[in-house]
């Protein structure tokens, strides 16, 4: 029988399995607290199991790594990680230093499906869906070098749409805000998502209150239509419909991610249509300059009118955040992330 990768697991299915193989339950809680509290990689650290029960996960799990193929530190001290998978895929992570934390950003998905034509991981096409043990060993690997500052974001923002790799990255959600995993604060967690409605729905009944960003770019299906493919499945209409009924707690907001495109997404009438569409969401919205990939059809807005347009949405009371991007000299910013070796080669690490 292949062992099964054990950070593929929630903890109430390894409580569940310990129970069938005549060990306390708890045993479970004692396995996560070692890998996901204390560090450790192996079986051997984990000293208050006894040497029966490590036995017995021995010939039944495996702890598999992810390589760091390499690494790019930016000058803003961004790091931008090319990791490799057990296949010999390659998946992006970066982690962003803030002033009193870290952030993460993981990967959801190698490649994406989704084709958002201002984003490069999207021209790969999807490859494949990432294991729920390969989302939470990101941050494994990120945690490693956040030192000095404690790593208490986590985004799901790099390749992938994480919503089409719906019950995994549930189940890493679920592992990351265990109070024996991770333990992050459900505040703390975004997912975000081109749009898939019906996913939409379903996440807003899960246990796990994770934050939703929604990546939405255009206020018009026409625009929106023209720089991701998925408006023409669920239209703006269907996606705010489904935004007005999410279940959100007191305080909570839905994020928006808005990219600032030259001439496309950057008037002052784009910014009143967008306010008008958004009626009747409780929302708040990212505003993200564009960073413009060497190859992209599209180009970065000036400053001036990125400042006119944030301005026009505060001075009508949207909360409006400019998303000063993290990393643009190592292509670890929003809709960036490709996973290439070219890309990242200078600084090869392993
Ligand atoms: S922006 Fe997100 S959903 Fe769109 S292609 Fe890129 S990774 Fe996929």
């Not at 192996?42 to 017995?56: I, Y």
């Not at 189940?171 to 939409?200: C, H, K, M, W």
């Not at 600032?260 to 009747?280: V, Y």
């Amino acid at each position: 029988m292949t062992p099964h990768n054990l950070k593929d697991w929630t903890r109430a299915r390894l409580r569940d399995w310990f129970s069938e193989h005549n060990e306390r339950p708890f045993r479970a809680d004692q396995v996560f607290t070692w890998l996901y509290q204390k560090n450790v990689s192996d079986w051997d650290g984990m000293s208050n199991l006894a040497k029966s029960t490590r036995q017995l996960l021995i010939d039944n799990f495996h702890l598999p790594r992810l390589t760091r193929v390499a690494e790019r530190v930016s000058q803003d001290d961004s790091r931008k990680y090319l990791l490799g998978l057990q296949d010999g895929k390659t998946i992006e992570t970066v982690l962003m230093p803030h002033h009193d934390h870290h952030t993460v950003c993981v990967s959801s998905q190698v490649g994406c499906a989704m084709g958002c034509s201002f984003c490069v991981t999207g021209k790969m096409g999807l490859i494949r869906n990432l294991s729920a043990g390969e989302i939470v060993e990101q941050v494994v690997e990120a945690r490693r070098d956040a030192t000095g500052l404690p790593l208490r974001n986590i985004v799901f923002m790099g390749m992938g749409e994480p919503f089409h790799n719906y019950d995994q990255v549930m189940t890493a959600l679920e592992i990351l805000t265990d109070e024996y995993g991770f333990n992050f604060s459900q505040r703390r967690v975004t997912v975000s998502t081109s749009g898939l409605v019906p996913q939409i729905r379903r996440f807003g009944q899960e246990r796990v209150k994770a934050n939703l960003a929604i990546s939405l770019n255009g206020s018009s299906d026409t625009v929106r239509g023209r720089l991701m493919p998925v408006n023409k499945r669920y239209n703006l209409a269907q996606l705010v419909q489904v935004c007005q009924e999410f279940p959100l707690e007191a305080r909570k907001r839905i994020t928006f991610e808005y990219i600032l495109l030259k001439g496309i997404t950057d008037s002052i009438d784009d910014a009143k249509s967008l306010i008008r569409l958004l009626h009747g969401v409780k929302f708040k919205i990212n505003l993200i300059p564009f960073n413009a990939a060497p190859d992209s059809e599209y180009q970065r807005s000036d400053w001036e009118q990125i400042q006119r347009f944030q301005r026009y949405l505060l001075d009508r009371g949207v909360v409006a955040t400019l998303r000063i991007s993290k990393g643009q000299d190592i292509q670890g910013a929003c809709g960036q992330l490709r996973s290439e070796q070219g890309l990242a080669v200078e600084e090869e690490v392993g």
